[in-house]
Nanobody, 123 residues
Framework: QAQLVESGGGVVQAGDSLRLSCTIS????????MGWFRQAPGKEREFVAA???????KYRDSVKGRFTVSRDNAKNALDLQMNSLRSDDTGVYYC?????????????????WGQGTQVTVSS
């Protein structure tokens, strides 16, 4: 079972940028589709962005044009570049993985999850 570790969270002001990273312990990273989800206090976990094992990307509407998901198969790494952050982007951000799936935005698409990293955007 692959282990996922997120990093890069922090406290920023509205309008700032932040880059999250996720590393995965596997020798077959290129087989994995990867996703980012977030959970704000008192709310359900929601989809943020995903990149399939073929490199196709998907975003929730509220982050389109502000967030960019990317992967580096040589480094077993997944990144989420977040620009123009808003207070409603606040939450714990989770990295998720599953082999050979086409991400639909559902958390149930993914089999493995990281522990999360906190992002707080102050207005």
């Amino acid at each position: 079972q692959a282990q996922l570790v997120e990093s890069g969270g922090g406290v920023v002001q509205a309008g700032d940028s932040l880059r999250l990273s996720c590393t995965i312990s596997t020798r077959t990273f290129s087989r994995y589709s990867m996703g980012w989800f977030r959970q704000a206090p008192g709310k359900e976990r929601e989809f943020v962005a995903a990149i399939s094992w073929m490199g196709h990307t998907k975003y929730r509407d509220s982050v389109k044009g502000r967030f960019t998901v990317s992967r580096d198969n040589a480094k077993n790494a997944l990144d989420l570049q977040m620009n123009s952050l808003r207070s409603d982007d606040t939450g714990v951000y989770y990295c998720a993985a599953a082999q050979f799936i086409v991400p639909t935005g559902r958390a149930t698409d993914f089999r493995e999850w990281g522990q999360g990293t906190q992002v707080t955007v102050s207005s």
